[in-house]
Structure formats: C-alpha cells, structure tokens
C-alpha cells in the first residue's frame, strides 16, 4: 500500500517540476529583454516588456522594482515647463514609488526594493523641495539604511544605496543646522556623505554620478585638491548612464570654476 501511494507522488513531480522550470525560464528572457533595453536607454521599451512580464507573472518583487526603475528613468527625462508638464512627471514618480513599495512587502529581506523606494523618494523630494517634505527625506534615509544593513543584491546595488544616502546627507547639510534640526532632518552631515561616497566608490569605481557628486560635496568643504582629484576621474569613467555625457560636461564645468581654488 506504501509503494501504490508514493508512485503517484513521484509521478507527479516529474511532471510539475518542468513547468516551474519552464516558467521560471520564460520569466528570465522576459527580464532579460527589458533589461537589455534598459541598458540601451529605452526606457519606455524596458517598461512594456516589464509590464508584460507582471501581467503574466502577477506580485512577482524582481519584476516591480524593474518596474519602479523604469517609471523613475522616464520621469526624469520629462519636460516640465509648464504646472501640467510637472503634474505628470509626479504622476511618474508617484508609479514609481506604488511599485516599489509592493516590492518591499513582498520581499522585506531584500535590499533592492528598498534602494528603488529610496530612489523614488529622494525624487519625489526634490520635486517637492527637501525641506518642505521631511517625512519623505527620513525615509530615503531609513530605506537606504535598511538596504545597506541587509547587505545583498550585489555590490553595486550596495554602491547605490550607499551613494543614495551620501546625497542625501550632502544636500539636506546644505541648510543651517539648527533650522534643519527644527524640521526634524538635524541627523545629516557633510562628513557622513564623505564616508558613503567612498563606500560607494569603493564598491563601484569609477561610476560617473559618484565621482561628481563626492567632488560638489567636497567643494562645498572646500577641499578643492580632493574635488578636482574625482572631477578628472569623472571625466575617464565610461558611459553607463544614459545622463553621464551631460554629468561629464558638468565636471569640465566644476573644474575650470575652481582651477585657481
């Protein structure tokens, strides 16, 4: 009797587990596709294979945060001239982060879905203004935090979320301490971002964003040896980034500014 009920068993195994291979597979080439458009700079591209992708494979975190990535790359890249132009790129942002924050609850020991809430956040910030959205500046902090405490999805996942929280230490130090301490934001500090940015450079060198970013904050403690030091570097790094042409003029730019500091 033991054997007639475990034949059907292992039966059955053999016949469901190619599916889950299959499905698994066909999941992989469909982020595979996107990824590759990604790559490209096709964001709008990247977005309908990922949509595809969660129509088919429905609450799926790999999937959502690819999705997050993208709405947040076409957001930027918007015009926003006019009230409306603004309110759709909000709109994008507010995708963006209703994306993200699925992907967060369906994977909380992941990093990357947190590092794309950061993301989406630290946008939705600056739209707004820092200092007018505290709520929204803490939590960009605390996603980054967690990421970086999880410590997985890669090292240059962690690079980002390292970087993530370094801007935001650099920029929200930007405003008297005791007026930002009012606003409940007395947490940031220039000599933190310094420590991030090298974390992330250290897990990533030679990424256009860090470089010019760690070069703005070091002006801004006017160390302008160590500034010029990441703006040249800046101007060797390859392009990754489909901005990183523009972020490349922006430190020739910062370097003829300071050449006599």
């Not at 997050?68 to 309110?87: C, F, L, N, W």
């Not at 500046?137 to 935090?145: F, G, I, K, L, S």
């Not at 006017?222 to 790094?237: F, G, P, Q, S, T």
Request: with cysteine.
């Amino acid at each position: 009797m033991k054997k007639t009920l475990t034949m059907p068993l292992v039966l059955l195994a053999f016949l469901v587990l190619p599916f889950f291979q299959i499905v698994a597979q066909d999941m992989k080439t469909m982020l595979e596709e996107g990824d590759k458009y990604y790559k490209e700079f096709k964001n709008e591209k990247a977005l309908e294979v990922y949509k595809k992708a969660d129509v088919k494979y429905p609450d799926n975190w790999e999937i959502l945060w690819r999705i997050s990535r993208a709405y947040v790359d076409i957001g930027e890249h918007m015009p926003t001239s006019t009230s409306d132009q603004e309110k759709a790129q909000l709109a994008k942002y507010q995708l963006a982060y209703d994306y993200s924050n699925k992907a967060v609850q369906l994977a909380p020991n992941q990093a990357l879905p947190y590092i794309r809430r950061a993301i989406v956040n630290g946008r939705i910030a600056l739209f707004k203004g820092v200092f007018s959205v505290a709520d929204v500046v803490n939590a960009v902090r605390d996603d980054c935090e967690k990421a970086i405490k999880l410590g997985n999805g890669g090292d240059d996942n962690q690079a980002i979320a390292h970087y993530v929280l370094a801007r935001t230490h650099a920029k929200i130090s930007e405003k008297w301490a005791p007026a930002r301490a009012v606003l409940g934001l007395g947490w940031a500090e220039l000599d933190s971002s310094f420590v991030h940015f090298k974390k992330a450079i250290a897990l990533k060198a030679n990424f256009v964003m860090f470089h010019l970013d760690y070069a703005k904050a070091l002006i801004a403690d006017d160390n302008y040896k160590e500034a010029r030091k990441n703006l040249n570097i800046v101007l060797k790094c390859a392009i990754e980034d489909e901005d990183d042409a523009v972020k490349k003029d922006e430190a020739k730019q910062l370097l003829k500014e300071i050449e006599n500091e």
